[in-house]
């Protein structure tokens, strides 16, 4: 469900892939890039996440709303 919520999102692009983890670089729109590490944590059953922009020390609520999205779109996911 992680890859499906993945692939919802078009500038969304899987750099580093390990059992448990991805590596997924985000581009906005007018080419800023962020990195969301996800970290599937087997034994509770969830999603860890960390996000960080790769330009700059501030991206103005992006990734925060990004994130937000994405768990309104797995869930939506999980839900199918």
């Known amino acids: 469900m992680l890859q499906a919520t993945l692939k919802t999102f078009p500038k969304a692009t899987v750099v580093r892939r390990e059992d448990l983890a ?3 670089i985000f ?5 800023f890039r ?7 944590d087997a034994q509770t ?3 860890e996440f960390r996000s960080q922009s790769l330009f700059g020390f501030y ?5 925060r709303s990004r994130m937000q999205e994405f ?7 999980s839900q199918r």
């Open 71 to 77: 768990a309104t779109r797995f869930e939506q996911q």
């Open 45 to 47: 059953q969830r999603i």
């Open 22 to 24: 991805l590596e997924v």
């Open 59 to 63: 991206d103005w609520g992006k990734n």
């Open 34 to 40: 962020d990195q969301v590490d996800f970290r599937i």
């Open 27 to 31: 581009t906005t729109p007018v080419g």
